[in-house]
């Protein structure tokens, strides 16, 4: 049996289950199936590294690492999906809707093709990038755990500092004298 008819009988079963998943709404179950290919490459690459390297898994991660692999991991999902700044990476797979404050915006997934809706959901949502930004971080510490412990440090001020700012700009709002009529 060939490449070509392997993958034509793929498609065809992805295309019959997706029908039977959704039949009233088009979701991209084949796009998926390539995030999920994407994610096993990228845990197999840092594998591979970690081998190459004779680095080994940690027996155990510290409460300071969790800590700050949580609050990274946190920041930058989020710098990800919804900062304007990161906006032209997520352009090819989303359409922007509306600006949501503080320099964050909101954005449609383009629905046209399979793997590019599919793409564009993982890039808007924090909550799902957060897997593969904690598996890069996590890689990272075996791999390079001086410079990834930087860029954590770094990420989780600049959590601490959002904060300070939402904090503060509170803090000025309570002191204003009360608007009269």
């Known amino acids: 049996m060939t490449t070509g008819t392997l993958t034509r009988r793929f498609s065809q079963r992805l295309r019959k289950l997706s029908a039977e998943y959704a ?103 924090p909550f799902c990038l957060g897997v593969w930004v904690c598996t890069a971080l996590a890689g990272g510490l075996v791999l390079a755990p001086r410079a990834t412990r930087m860029v954590m440090t770094g990420a989780a001020a600049v959590t601490g500092s959002d904060f300070l700012q939402f904090a503060y700009t509170a803090a000025q709002r309570a002191a204003e004298p009360p608007e009269q009529s």
């Open 23 to 125: 039949p009233t709404e088009r979701r991209p179950l084949g796009g998926y199936v390539a995030e999920l290919a994407g994610y096993g490459v990228l845990l197999a690459a840092l594998a591979g590294a970690a081998r190459l390297t004779g680095r080994r898994l940690p027996d155990r991660v510290g409460p300071a690492d969790l800590a700050l692999l949580t609050v990274a991991t946190h920041k930058l999902a989020r710098l990800i999906a919804k900062d304007s700044v990161t906006s032209p990476l997520r352009a090819p797979f989303t359409r922007f809707k509306e600006p949501i404050g503080h320099g964050e915006v909101m954005e449609e997934v383009r629905d046209h093709q399979v793997v590019r809706h599919a793409v564009g959901e993982l890039l808007t949502c």
